[in-house]
């Protein structure tokens, strides 16, 4: 079982940052695919980016360029950070841990980005 908490959301302005934050408990966290989704009213859940237990890292097409995902083991942690914000991302952001081979799969409850003047 995992459990993820996460924070950093709020209320930012076009163009600029947030930096969102998952805590992730209960189990080996090292060994899952960390990843960010987001929802924004009237739409589907999306992938945001995503970081695999080895590093490797994939992002949407809308957020490339503009957003990095890391993660840091020793302190069971995932991060967005969010630059150059637009409207367009404003969204419910969850935090997803995913092992395949155990077919595990959690979600947080999710952090409020809204970007508006």
């Known amino acids: 079982q995992v459990q993820l908490v996460e924070s950093g959301g709020g209320l930012v302005q076009p163009g600029g940052s947030l930096r969102l934050s998952c805590a992730a408990s209960?189990?080996?966290?090292?060994?899952?695919?960390m990843g960010w989704y987001r929802q924004a009213p009237g739409k589907q859940r999306e992938l945001v980016a995503r970081i695999r237990s080895g590093g490797n890292t994939n992002f949407a097409d809308s957020v490339k360029g503009r957003f990095t995902i890391s993660r840091d083991n020793a302190k069971n942690t995932v991060y967005l950070q969010m630059n150059s914000l637009r409207p367009e991302d404003t969204a419910v952001y969850y935090c997803n841990a995913q092992r395949i081979s155990t077919m595990s799969n959690y979600w947080g409850q999710g952090t409020q980005v809204t970007v508006s003047s």
């Open positions: 209960g189990s080996i966290f090292s060994r899952y695919a």
